[in-house]
Protein backbone atom coordinates (compact mmCIF):
# COMPACT_ATOMS: atom_id res chain seq x y z
CA UNK A 1 0.00 0.00 0.00
CA UNK A 2 1.20 3.83 -0.97
CA UNK A 3 0.28 6.29 0.77
CA UNK A 4 -0.61 9.78 -0.95
CA UNK A 5 1.54 11.92 1.52
CA UNK A 6 -0.08 14.94 -0.46
CA UNK A 7 -3.33 14.97 0.33
CA UNK A 8 -4.83 16.62 3.51
CA UNK A 9 -3.83 15.67 7.07
CA UNK A 10 -7.47 15.35 9.56
CA UNK A 11 -6.48 16.59 13.18
CA UNK A 12 -9.07 16.07 16.15
CA UNK A 13 -8.78 18.07 19.00
CA UNK A 14 -7.59 21.59 18.55
CA UNK A 15 -6.60 21.74 22.40
CA UNK A 16 -2.40 22.73 23.05
CA UNK A 17 -1.42 19.79 20.78
CA UNK A 18 -3.82 20.03 18.12
CA UNK A 19 -3.01 23.45 17.10
CA UNK A 20 0.50 23.06 17.67
CA UNK A 21 0.70 20.27 15.02
CA UNK A 22 -1.36 22.08 12.88
CA UNK A 23 0.84 24.93 12.67
CA UNK A 24 3.94 22.50 12.32
CA UNK A 25 1.81 20.74 9.32
CA UNK A 26 0.99 24.38 7.40
CA UNK A 27 4.13 25.80 7.93
CA UNK A 28 5.83 22.21 5.59
CA UNK A 29 3.39 22.74 3.13
CA UNK A 30 0.81 20.00 4.41
CA UNK A 31 -3.13 21.28 3.85
CA UNK A 32 -4.93 20.32 7.27
CA UNK A 33 -8.67 19.41 8.28
CA UNK A 34 -8.55 20.74 11.52
CA UNK A 35 -11.89 18.95 13.71
CA UNK A 36 -13.21 20.42 16.63
CA UNK A 37 -16.38 18.35 17.68
CA UNK A 38 -16.35 19.74 21.03
CA UNK A 39 -16.29 23.20 21.06
CA UNK A 40 -14.21 23.60 24.29
CA UNK A 41 -13.32 27.07 25.80
CA UNK A 42 -9.68 25.77 24.26
CA UNK A 43 -11.34 25.12 20.69
CA UNK A 44 -12.75 28.57 20.18
CA UNK A 45 -9.38 30.24 20.97
CA UNK A 46 -7.91 27.52 18.29
CA UNK A 47 -7.97 29.97 14.86
CA UNK A 48 -6.36 32.81 16.62
CA UNK A 49 -3.82 30.43 18.34
CA UNK A 50 -2.85 28.99 15.08
CA UNK A 51 -2.47 32.47 13.32
CA UNK A 52 -0.35 33.93 16.15
CA UNK A 53 2.16 30.78 15.72
CA UNK A 54 1.94 31.07 12.29
CA UNK A 55 3.21 34.95 12.59
CA UNK A 56 6.03 34.01 15.32
CA UNK A 57 7.01 31.40 12.68
CA UNK A 58 7.24 33.59 9.94
CA UNK A 59 8.82 36.42 12.43
CA UNK A 60 11.67 34.14 13.36
CA UNK A 61 12.61 32.24 9.61
CA UNK A 62 10.94 28.96 10.66
CA UNK A 63 8.60 29.52 7.52
CA UNK A 64 8.94 31.54 4.47
CA UNK A 65 5.16 31.92 3.95
CA UNK A 66 3.10 34.23 4.93
CA UNK A 67 0.79 33.66 8.19
CA UNK A 68 -2.26 34.81 5.92
CA UNK A 69 -1.37 32.86 3.16
CA UNK A 70 -0.51 29.31 4.89
CA UNK A 71 -4.02 30.23 6.55
CA UNK A 72 -5.93 29.40 3.54
CA UNK A 73 -4.51 25.40 3.88
CA UNK A 74 -6.76 25.04 6.70
CA UNK A 75 -9.71 24.22 7.15
CA UNK A 76 -11.92 24.88 10.63
CA UNK A 77 -14.94 21.88 10.84
CA UNK A 78 -16.37 20.48 13.87
CA UNK A 79 -18.26 17.50 11.27
CA UNK A 80 -16.26 14.13 11.19
CA UNK A 81 -17.54 13.51 7.94
CA UNK A 82 -15.04 16.36 6.19
CA UNK A 83 -12.24 13.74 7.09
CA UNK A 84 -13.28 11.62 3.84
CA UNK A 85 -10.63 13.29 1.81
CA UNK A 86 -7.18 13.11 4.19
CA UNK A 87 -4.80 10.80 4.01
CA UNK A 88 -4.13 10.44 7.36
CA UNK A 89 -6.27 11.60 10.51
CA UNK A 90 -4.33 12.52 13.96
CA UNK A 91 -6.00 12.27 17.10
CA UNK A 92 -5.24 14.68 19.44
CA UNK A 93 -8.23 14.46 22.35
CA UNK A 94 -8.14 14.27 25.73
CA UNK A 95 -5.74 11.21 27.59
CA UNK A 96 -8.50 9.05 28.39
CA UNK A 97 -9.70 5.74 26.86
CA UNK A 98 -13.41 6.22 26.82
CA UNK A 99 -13.05 9.72 24.90
CA UNK A 100 -10.61 8.19 22.24
CA UNK A 101 -12.72 4.93 21.58
CA UNK A 102 -15.87 7.00 21.43
CA UNK A 103 -13.58 9.67 18.97
CA UNK A 104 -11.84 6.39 17.24
CA UNK A 105 -15.30 5.46 16.29
CA UNK A 106 -16.77 8.27 14.82
CA UNK A 107 -13.11 8.74 12.60
CA UNK A 108 -13.84 5.36 11.63
CA UNK A 109 -17.16 5.83 9.96
CA UNK A 110 -16.22 8.68 8.32
CA UNK A 111 -13.18 7.92 6.53
CA UNK A 112 -12.60 4.72 3.89
CA UNK A 113 -10.62 1.87 5.59
CA UNK A 114 -6.97 2.67 3.73
CA UNK A 115 -7.14 6.08 5.45
CA UNK A 116 -4.53 6.13 8.36
CA UNK A 117 -5.21 7.00 11.75
CA UNK A 118 -2.68 7.95 14.19
CA UNK A 119 -2.77 8.93 17.60
CA UNK A 120 -0.70 11.64 19.46
CA UNK A 121 -1.36 9.76 23.09
CA UNK A 122 1.92 10.57 25.29
CA UNK A 123 1.85 7.31 26.72
CA UNK A 124 -1.01 5.13 26.66
CA UNK A 125 0.24 1.68 24.64
CA UNK A 126 -0.50 2.14 20.63
CA UNK A 127 -1.62 -1.69 20.84
CA UNK A 128 -4.19 -1.10 23.71
CA UNK A 129 -5.84 1.90 21.94
CA UNK A 130 -5.76 -0.38 18.45
CA UNK A 131 -8.17 -2.63 20.00
CA UNK A 132 -11.00 0.10 19.59
CA UNK A 133 -10.59 0.12 15.82
CA UNK A 134 -12.20 -2.41 13.32
CA UNK A 135 -9.26 -1.96 10.83
CA UNK A 136 -6.46 -1.84 13.53
CA UNK A 137 -3.59 -2.28 11.15
CA UNK A 138 -3.52 0.74 10.00
CA UNK A 139 -3.14 2.46 13.42
CA UNK A 140 -0.20 4.04 14.39
CA UNK A 141 1.29 6.24 17.33
CA UNK A 142 2.86 10.19 15.92
CA UNK A 143 3.66 11.55 19.03
CA UNK A 144 4.79 14.95 19.01
CA UNK A 145 6.62 17.58 21.80
CA UNK A 146 4.97 20.77 22.31
CA UNK A 147 6.04 22.99 20.87
CA UNK A 148 5.16 20.65 17.37
CA UNK A 149 6.42 23.24 15.16
CA UNK A 150 9.90 24.11 16.69
CA UNK A 151 10.74 20.77 18.02
CA UNK A 152 12.34 18.12 15.48
CA UNK A 153 10.84 15.28 17.75
CA UNK A 154 8.39 12.92 16.17
CA UNK A 155 8.21 9.02 17.17
CA UNK A 156 5.95 6.87 14.94
CA UNK A 157 5.15 3.90 17.00
CA UNK A 158 3.72 0.50 15.62
CA UNK A 159 0.84 -1.31 18.03
CA UNK A 160 0.85 -5.10 17.83
CA UNK A 161 -1.05 -4.76 15.02
CA UNK A 162 0.21 -2.08 12.72
CA UNK A 163 1.41 -3.07 9.44
CA UNK A 164 5.40 -1.81 9.93
CA UNK A 165 5.50 -1.37 6.09
CA UNK A 166 3.09 1.46 6.37
CA UNK A 167 5.44 2.94 9.85
CA UNK A 168 8.62 2.80 7.19
CA UNK A 169 6.65 5.12 4.55
CA UNK A 170 4.88 7.72 7.49
CA UNK A 171 8.64 7.91 9.02
CA UNK A 172 10.00 9.04 5.45
CA UNK A 173 7.20 11.54 4.95
CA UNK A 174 7.09 13.04 8.18
CA UNK A 175 11.10 14.12 7.33
CA UNK A 176 9.71 16.17 4.95
CA UNK A 177 7.74 18.00 7.69
CA UNK A 178 11.23 18.73 9.12
CA UNK A 179 11.43 16.03 11.58
CA UNK A 180 14.10 13.92 12.61
CA UNK A 181 11.36 11.05 13.42
CA UNK A 182 11.73 7.91 15.21
CA UNK A 183 10.65 4.53 14.63
CA UNK A 184 9.37 2.69 17.17
CA UNK A 185 8.56 -0.87 16.00
CA UNK A 186 7.94 -2.78 18.91
CA UNK A 187 5.19 -0.91 21.29
CA UNK A 188 6.06 -0.15 24.62
CA UNK A 189 4.05 1.79 27.27
CA UNK A 190 5.91 5.52 27.31
CA UNK A 191 7.68 4.91 23.88
CA UNK A 192 11.04 6.19 24.12
CA UNK A 193 11.66 9.46 25.13
CA UNK A 194 8.98 9.42 28.31
CA UNK A 195 10.50 5.85 29.56
CA UNK A 196 13.83 8.25 30.18
CA UNK A 197 12.14 11.45 31.24
CA UNK A 198 10.20 9.72 33.53
CA UNK A 199 13.12 7.85 35.05
CA UNK A 200 14.59 11.47 35.70
CA UNK A 201 11.24 12.92 36.83
CA UNK A 202 11.10 9.96 39.54
CA UNK A 203 14.58 10.76 40.50
CA UNK A 204 14.24 14.21 40.73
CA UNK A 205 11.48 13.38 43.29
CA UNK A 206 13.21 11.30 45.33
CA UNK A 207 15.99 13.84 45.68
CA UNK A 208 13.58 16.40 46.70
CA UNK A 209 11.19 14.48 49.02
CA UNK A 210 14.36 12.84 51.01
CA UNK A 211 16.01 15.77 51.68
CA UNK A 212 18.89 15.75 49.31
CA UNK A 213 18.25 18.62 47.57
CA UNK A 214 15.92 21.52 46.99
CA UNK A 215 13.93 21.86 43.28
CA UNK A 216 15.88 24.83 42.74
CA UNK A 217 18.84 22.95 42.76
CA UNK A 218 17.58 19.88 40.77
CA UNK A 219 16.55 22.49 38.27
CA UNK A 220 19.87 24.24 38.26
CA UNK A 221 21.70 20.87 37.83
CA UNK A 222 19.85 18.72 35.11
CA UNK A 223 19.86 22.71 32.92
CA UNK A 224 23.47 22.57 33.02
CA UNK A 225 24.50 19.13 32.88
CA UNK A 226 22.03 17.25 30.19
CA UNK A 227 20.47 20.28 29.25
CA UNK A 228 23.98 21.77 27.88
CA UNK A 229 24.68 18.55 25.40
CA UNK A 230 21.52 17.25 24.91
CA UNK A 231 20.33 19.23 21.78
CA UNK A 232 23.81 18.56 20.55
CA UNK A 233 23.47 14.50 20.82
CA UNK A 234 21.72 11.64 22.48
CA UNK A 235 22.61 10.14 25.98
CA UNK A 236 25.14 7.17 23.32
CA UNK A 237 26.88 9.19 21.51
CA UNK A 238 27.52 11.33 24.66
CA UNK A 239 28.86 8.37 26.62
CA UNK A 240 31.13 7.60 23.32
CA UNK A 241 31.99 11.31 23.71
CA UNK A 242 33.18 11.25 27.10
CA UNK A 243 34.58 7.91 27.08
CA UNK A 244 32.40 4.99 28.07
CA UNK A 245 34.31 3.14 30.27
CA UNK A 246 33.89 5.54 33.39
CA UNK A 247 29.86 5.96 32.99
CA UNK A 248 30.36 1.53 33.02
CA UNK A 249 31.91 1.92 36.44
CA UNK A 250 29.22 4.00 37.85
CA UNK A 251 26.57 1.82 36.70
CA UNK A 252 27.38 -0.81 38.88
CA UNK A 253 27.43 1.07 41.96
CA UNK A 254 24.71 3.57 41.13
CA UNK A 255 21.71 1.64 39.25
CA UNK A 256 20.75 -0.48 42.98
CA UNK A 257 20.52 2.87 44.68
CA UNK A 258 18.18 4.48 41.60
CA UNK A 259 14.64 4.97 43.08
CA UNK A 260 12.50 2.40 42.00
CA UNK A 261 9.15 3.66 43.33
CA UNK A 262 6.12 2.90 42.00
CA UNK A 263 3.46 5.21 43.41
CA UNK A 264 3.44 9.26 42.13
CA UNK A 265 5.21 11.10 44.63
CA UNK A 266 3.29 13.22 47.34
CA UNK A 267 5.28 16.13 46.16
CA UNK A 268 2.80 16.32 42.63
CA UNK A 269 0.21 14.52 44.23
CA UNK A 270 -0.46 16.72 47.17
CA UNK A 271 -0.10 20.25 44.70
CA UNK A 272 -2.32 18.40 41.63
CA UNK A 273 -4.71 17.97 44.12
CA UNK A 274 -5.62 21.31 45.43
CA UNK A 275 -5.61 21.77 41.40
CA UNK A 276 -2.11 23.70 40.80
CA UNK A 277 -1.17 23.64 37.16
CA UNK A 278 2.03 25.51 36.79
CA UNK A 279 2.37 28.63 35.10
CA UNK A 280 -1.32 28.23 33.78
CA UNK A 281 -2.64 28.92 37.34
CA UNK A 282 0.49 30.33 39.19
CA UNK A 283 0.61 27.54 41.53
CA UNK A 284 3.01 24.48 40.49
CA UNK A 285 6.59 23.75 42.08
CA UNK A 286 7.07 27.49 42.50
CA UNK A 287 4.73 29.99 42.72
CA UNK A 288 4.25 32.80 39.90
CA UNK A 289 2.50 36.06 39.98
CA UNK A 290 0.74 36.53 36.67
CA UNK A 291 3.71 38.81 35.30
CA UNK A 292 5.98 36.52 36.36
CA UNK A 293 3.91 33.62 34.42
CA UNK A 294 3.76 35.52 31.30
CA UNK A 295 7.83 36.28 31.39
CA UNK A 296 8.23 32.53 31.58
CA UNK A 297 6.04 32.06 28.70
CA UNK A 298 7.47 34.46 26.52
CA UNK A 299 11.28 33.60 27.57
CA UNK A 300 10.20 30.09 26.82
CA UNK A 301 8.11 31.07 22.96
CA UNK A 302 11.59 32.71 21.98
CA UNK A 303 13.73 29.81 23.17
CA UNK A 304 12.00 26.91 21.67
CA UNK A 305 13.08 29.30 18.14
CA UNK A 306 16.38 30.02 19.08
CA UNK A 307 17.36 26.50 20.15
CA UNK A 308 16.13 25.22 16.77
CA UNK A 309 17.81 27.23 15.16
CA UNK A 310 21.38 25.87 17.07
CA UNK A 311 20.17 22.14 16.63
CA UNK A 312 19.53 22.39 12.68
CA UNK A 313 23.28 24.56 12.36
CA UNK A 314 24.85 21.19 14.92
CA UNK A 315 22.70 18.76 12.66
CA UNK A 316 23.84 20.47 9.37
CA UNK A 317 27.78 20.22 10.56
CA UNK A 318 27.60 16.61 11.29
CA UNK A 319 25.40 14.83 8.78
CA UNK A 320 28.46 14.01 6.84
CA UNK A 321 29.20 11.90 9.53
CA UNK A 322 25.74 10.67 10.54
CA UNK A 323 25.79 8.30 8.29
CA UNK A 324 28.28 5.79 10.16
CA UNK A 325 26.58 2.92 12.13
CA UNK A 326 26.07 1.98 15.62
CA UNK A 327 27.72 -1.33 16.29
CA UNK A 328 24.28 -2.89 17.34
N1 LIG B 1 0.46 18.71 26.22
C1 LIG B 1 1.57 18.13 25.82
O1 LIG B 1 2.68 18.65 25.97
C2 LIG B 1 1.47 16.81 25.09
C3 LIG B 1 2.63 16.28 24.46
C4 LIG B 1 2.52 15.08 23.74
C5 LIG B 1 1.31 14.42 23.69
N2 LIG B 1 0.19 14.95 24.31
C6 LIG B 1 -1.08 14.21 24.17
O2 LIG B 1 -1.86 14.89 23.20
C7 LIG B 1 -3.26 14.69 23.50
C8 LIG B 1 -3.94 16.06 23.63
O3 LIG B 1 -3.30 16.79 24.66
P1 LIG B 1 -3.44 18.38 24.80
O4 LIG B 1 -2.34 18.80 25.71
O5 LIG B 1 -3.59 18.99 23.47
O6 LIG B 1 -4.83 18.47 25.59
P2 LIG B 1 -5.88 19.69 25.66
O7 LIG B 1 -6.59 19.52 26.95
O8 LIG B 1 -5.21 20.99 25.38
O9 LIG B 1 -6.89 19.39 24.46
C9 LIG B 1 -7.76 18.28 24.49
C10 LIG B 1 -8.71 18.34 23.33
O10 LIG B 1 -9.63 17.24 23.45
C11 LIG B 1 -10.91 17.72 23.07
N3 LIG B 1 -11.96 16.83 23.61
C12 LIG B 1 -12.32 16.69 24.90
N4 LIG B 1 -13.34 15.79 25.01
C13 LIG B 1 -13.60 15.38 23.73
C14 LIG B 1 -14.55 14.48 23.16
N5 LIG B 1 -15.41 13.80 23.93
N6 LIG B 1 -14.55 14.30 21.82
C15 LIG B 1 -13.67 14.96 21.04
N7 LIG B 1 -12.76 15.83 21.51
C16 LIG B 1 -12.73 16.03 22.85
C17 LIG B 1 -10.97 19.12 23.63
O11 LIG B 1 -12.01 19.86 23.03
C18 LIG B 1 -9.57 19.61 23.26
O12 LIG B 1 -9.55 20.08 21.93
C19 LIG B 1 -3.33 13.86 24.77
O13 LIG B 1 -3.44 12.50 24.44
C20 LIG B 1 -1.95 14.13 25.41
O14 LIG B 1 -1.54 13.08 26.27
C21 LIG B 1 0.25 16.12 25.00
Redesign the pocket.
Known amino acids: MELNGNAKVGI???????TSIATALLINGQEVMAV???L?E??QTAPDRIRHALEECYAEGLSTARADDLFQNITFTSKYTDLKSCWLVME????DLK?KQ??YRKIESSVPDEVIIA?????IPISMLQNYLNVPERFFGI????PAYTSKFLEIICGEKSLLEIGEQLYAITKKWGKEPTLVRKDIRGFITNRIMYAMYREAFYLVENGYATIEDVDRACKNDGGHWMTFCGLFRYMDLTGLQAYHSVMKDLFPELSNQTTVPKLIDDIAKEGGNGIFNGKGFYEYSSEEAKVWESTFEKFKFDINRLSSTYTDKTKDISSLKTKK
Not at 92 to 95: A, G, I, N, R, S
Open positions: VGLGLMGSPVSTDCVLEVDVTNTSAHWAE
